[in-house]
């Protein structure tokens, strides 16, 4: 089963984040849902099965409201979004203090980690139009053609 299908009782749980930088928000994931669903006992299809009945997969609308409330009494928050902006990792949703310490020890992890090979030697912010986590290698490699030719 795919992560983002497994884990989809934590909310939003597809990591729109560069390739290398997905195991690192997967971890997280997977270290934020003991936190937020702190029930051990709760088979994993049965919080999955719960928050389809409480929102229908969505993170913005309820579908039943007694489901709802009572996802509401079992999890201590939900995923609302995950991506990578400004050279970072976001995720976004409503946690306990916990879930902000992995959530912050994720984003330092993320903005130490190359997000187009997974190097973590050298790895620096570039603006290339865009903002870009890039180690030295990369840098190189993906430098728009303007700044790679000599100026006259």
Same mark, same amino acid.
């Given at each position: 089963?795919?992560f983002s ?10 990591p ?7 195991p =690192?928000?997967? $971890?997280?994931? =997977?270290e934020?849902?003991?936190?937020i669903?702190p ?6 299809f049965v $919080?999955?099965?719960?928050h389809?009945?409480?929102t229908?997969g969505?993170v ?10 009572l996802r509401?009494?079992?999890?201590? *928050?939900s995923?609302?979004?995950?991506k #990578?902006k400004?050279a970072?990792?976001?995720?976004y *949703?409503?946690?306990n #203090? ?5 959530i912050d ?5 993320? #903005? ?6 997974g190097? $973590? ?5 570039v603006?290339? *139009?865009?903002?870009?986590?890039y180690? $030295? #290698?990369?840098?190189e490699e993906?430098?728009?053609e303007?700044?790679k030719s000599?100026?006259?």
């Open positions: 089963m795919e299908r497994k884990y989809s009782h934590m909310g939003y749980s597809y729109g984040v560069p390739g290398p930088w997905q =690192i928000v997967e $971890k997280a994931i =997977i934020m849902e003991k936190e669903w029930q051990r006992w709760l088979p994993r $919080k999955r099965w719960i389809w009945l409480a229908g969505s913005v609308r309820v579908k039943y409201w007694w489901a709802y409330r509401e009494k079992l999890a201590h *928050g995923i609302t979004d995950i #990578d400004y970072g990792l976001r995720i *949703g409503s946690f #203090d916990k879930c902000y310490e992995i020890q994720a984003e330092k992890e993320c #903005d130490e980690t190359c997000e187009a090979c190097s $973590k030697d050298d790895v620096i912010v603006d290339y *139009g865009w903002l870009y986590n180690c $030295k #290698d990369c840098r993906h430098k728009p303007k700044q000599k100026i006259r």
